[in-house]
């Protein structure tokens, strides 16, 4: 089993960290990890954050024994995931979900919601 977390390194993704090293642990899968840079933030220290993210996702996986692989895209979140998703043929994707709007919350966020709608998988999506 192929097991993809996709990641921005936000504080809502965290768990999302948590329940797919948790997950690719109980089912042996394999974990891959990609990080999505945003368009609109600065390209040198988005690559620099991206790593430092991806780093760590790694080392608390190998710390539980869970093997890992990392990716670093660029581009449309929703776009990228969904690329990596399918070069890596992905069984799982998990993901955290931010979708806020000015009265509340949103039941998904527009990178989630664009995942759940055209994944080739099944999908978690971590509140």
């Known amino acids: 089993m192929k097991v993809l977390l996709a990641t921005d390194g936000m504080p809502h993704t965290e768990r999302a960290v948590d329940y797919a090293i948790d997950h690719a642990s109980r089912y042996k899968a394999e974990l891959f990890v990609v990080y999505v840079l945003s368009p609109d933030r600065e390209q040198r220290t988005a ?21 890992v692989t990392t990716m670093l895209e660029a581009g449309d979140p929703a776009e990228s995931i969904l690329r990596a998703a399918d070069k890596i043929c992905a069984d799982f994707i998990i993901l955290g979900a931010s979708g806020r709007h000015e009265g509340g919350r949103r039941p998904l966020g527009s990178v989630s919601g664009k995942v759940a709608r055209d994944a080739g998988c099944s999908i978690m999506i971590i509140r």
């Open 47 to 67: 690559w620099a954050e991206g790593k430092r993210t991806v780093q760590a996702i790694k080392l608390k996986a190998l710390s539980q024994e869970v093997g």
